[in-house]
């Protein structure tokens, strides 16, 4: 059984920027598949941003170039650095663990960019 507490979201201005974790607790993070999904009003959920275990990361059109995701398997977490914000990020963001088939989710927190 894995936990995943986040922290951060929040409201931001166009343009700006927000900086996310995910801690994980209850296994062996460093084993896990981490990923931030993000789901808008009406739309399908997403990955937003994904990170291997060897730390090889994957990003959703969109995020490329303006999102970074990282780990410290020390820590245990797993961050999100989204950077440029605009109105289509506003999301809810989710941080997800996957291992073979194991998954959790986080709760979510809500991403608003609005002036």
């Known amino acids: 059984q894995v936990q995943l507490v986040e922290s951060g979201g929040g409201l931001v201005q166009p343009g700006g920027s927000l900086r996310f974790s995910c801690a994980a607790s209850?296994?062996?993070?460093?084993?896990?598949?981490m990923g931030w999904y993000r789901q808008a009003p009406g739309k399908q959920r997403e990955l937003a941003a994904g990170?291997?275990?060897?730390?090889?990361?994957n990003y959703a059109a969109s995020a490329k170039g303006r999102f970074t995701i990282s780990r410290d398997n020390a820590k245990n977490t797993v961050y999100r650095q989204m950077n440029s914000l605009q109105p289509r990020d506003a999301a809810v963001y989710s941080c997800?663990?996957?291992?073979?088939?194991?998954?959790?989710w986080g709760g979510g927190t809500q991403v608003t960019v609005s002036s």
């Open positions: 209850g296994s062996i993070f460093s084993r896990y598949f």
């Open positions: 990170i291997t275990t060897s730390r090889n990361t």
């Open positions: 997800h663990a996957l291992w073979v088939d194991d998954n959790y």
